[in-house]
């Protein structure tokens, strides 16, 4: 037996004879590295199922902890908003406003403008509620009456507000390029009244609604040389709705449109 055995204690001897390991000395002159490799690899044997647990622990605690958040903000919209099917789909996150109109894809006049206001006011279509739904509205039972495309199901054409919002502030937009839209017809072809009621319900749309919504975040004022007055600073913090998660729940929810687009 060689001296480097001699000089281990006693109870590691026995570990070492019990568990039969290879008794050598190793290029760095242990004779246990053998041993504790196979005593590491013991070790991690007998823990992977408690490191499968933790992990697993972690799992449905982050998925508990999503779970109670979205039912949380659930609660929160059916308790703050008018019923809608699409509460579901509402989040909320943080937005940082950039009031510029620079290379702003729905400021101006032109085909791309146009398409980037109707994917975001007209096409996702309308959608359809039960009868049940009809009856949380309020609404009279001979409301106009829709047969799902797909799946057949029958019920109440419905539109969502926002949607009718944005429908309105994309006529304001064309009217002050009238130039450009008046000889494309549309709402101008009716005359100059017509347009000018549409305007005035846009206009009035657009009031209660802000009113309604009562933002009220805040903005700072700055100053620019040669200016006595005071510029606000509308590049300012807001809590948003998500809007992309309204707009792909309201085009999965589909029911296609009755308009047909000018």
Not at 37 to 63: E, G
Not at 88 to 96: D, G, P, T
Request: aromatic share 10%.
């Amino acid at each position: 037996m060689d001296s480097n055995y001699q000089q281990i204690p006693t109870s590691e001897k026995l570990l070492w004879e019990t568990t039969d390991v290879e008794h050598h000395t190793t290029n760095d002159g242990s004779p246990f590295r053998s041993m504790r490799q196979k005593t590491l690899q013991s070790w991690l044997a007998s823990h992977v199922i408690w490191m499968l647990h933790a992990f697993l622990l972690s799992v449905s605690f982050y998925m508990f902890i999503t779970a109670a958040n979205i039912n949380s903000t659930l609660r929160h919209v059916q308790d703050y908003s008018a019923w809608s099917p699409a509460a579901e789909a509402v989040n909320y996150e943080s937005v940082r406003f950039n009031i510029s109109t620079s290379n702003n894809p729905f400021v101006g006049a032109g085909p791309e403008i146009d398409r980037a206001w109707r994917e975001i006011s007209y096409d996702m279509s309308d959608q359809m509620i039960s009868k049940d739904g009809l009856s949380i509205l309020g609404m009279p039972e001979d409301s106009l009456q829709v047969r799902h495309p797909e799946t057949g199901e029958e019920g109440y054409r419905v539109g969502m507000q926002v949607f009718h919002q944005l429908h309105c502030i994309n006529l304001l937009r064309r009217v002050t390029y009238k130039e450009h839209y008046e000889p494309l017809g549309g709402e101008f072809a009716k005359g100059p009244k017509a347009l000018q009621a549409h305007t005035d319900h846009c206009l009035e749309v657009l009031r209660l609604n802000a009113q309604c919504h009562a933002d009220i975040g805040i903005f700072t004022f700055y100053m620019v040389p040669g200016d006595p007055l005071a510029w606000p600073q509308l590049d300012s913090d807001h809590v948003c709705r998500n809007f992309d998660g309204i707009l792909d729940w309201a085009v999965e929810h589909s029911v296609g449109n009755m308009e047909v687009l000018q």
